[in-house]
């Protein structure tokens, strides 16, 4: 992943990402690219638009995108040879992301620390950032063995046979909301169901 957003954007990214610098350095190229990432810019955010740009939209054919840097992979295991990077990697097919696999972290110290660098981030406001899961930090303490996996859900399966765009065109069960703002400002609960013609009050 980085080795070819360098190579395909000319960057010369910080190795450590965690720094203010490397922020700093995505900004800039992010605005030298005309690549838009609205509030909150933390460094994940950032790195994510431009993978998106200069990446994502070239994986037509079956392609891995793999060894994502740690400030975005949370959940995942450091490489085993560059601390910066993780065991990582997703699949993308016609530019739709089938699939995201990797070696789980078991180390309770690192996964506590990575969970209170996501919620700093979450704080500036990046509502993808994760929270502080202490439940789980807990349970590695008392083991978990060297562990990988790969999920994939139906709805990107979908998305990719139908040729959509966005996921909420494939979701059996879509989002509910008020359909008109006088219902919500009066507090009615109005929603519509969009399988047959029921309606709840």
């Known amino acids: 992943m980085m080795v070819d957003l360098e190579k395909m954007a000319n960057l010369?990214?910080?190795?450590?990402?965690?720094?203010?610098?490397?922020?700093?350095?995505?900004?800039?190229?992010?605005?030298?690219?005309?690549?838009?990432?609205?509030?909150?810019?933390?460094?994940?955010r950032l790195l994510d638009k431009l993978v998106g740009h200069f990446l994502e939209v070239t994986c037509v054919n079956p392609t891995f995108i793999m060894n994502?840097?740690?400030?975005?992979?949370?959940?995942a295991k450091?490489?085993?040879s560059n601390e910066f990077l993780t065991e990582r990697f997703e699949f993308f097919v016609n530019q739709h992301k089938l699939c995201n696999a990797y070696t789980e972290l078991n180390d309770p110290v690192e996964q506590r620390q990575r969970f209170a660098d996501q919620l700093k981030d979450r704080q500036s406001g990046d509502d993808e950032?994760?929270?502080?899961?202490?439940?789980?930090?807990?349970?590695?303490?008392?083991?978990?063995?060297?562990?990988?996996?790969?999920g994939m859900g139906i709805d990107r399966l979908v998305m990719l046979l139908t040729d959509s765009q966005n996921i909420k065109e494939?979701?059996?069960?879509?989002?509910?909301k008020p359909q008109d703002?006088?219902?919500?400002?009066?507090?009615?609960?109005?929603?519509?169901i969009d399988i047959g013609s029921t309606e709840e009050n």
């Open 68 to 75: 994502q840097p740690k400030i975005s992979s949370p959940l």
């Open 12 to 44: 010369n990214i910080p190795k450590d990402l965690a720094r203010e610098e490397a922020n700093k350095y995505l900004i800039d190229a992010c605005e030298r690219f005309d690549v838009r990432c609205p509030p909150p810019q933390t460094t994940a």
């Open 129 to 150: 950032a994760m929270t502080m899961d202490e439940t789980f930090c807990t349970a590695l303490e008392y083991g978990l063995p060297p562990t990988g996996g790969w």
């Open 181 to 192: 703002e006088s219902a919500a400002a009066t507090g009615t609960n109005q929603r519509k």
């Open 170 to 176: 494939v979701l059996f069960f879509p989002t509910t």
């Open 78 to 80: 450091c490489h085993r």
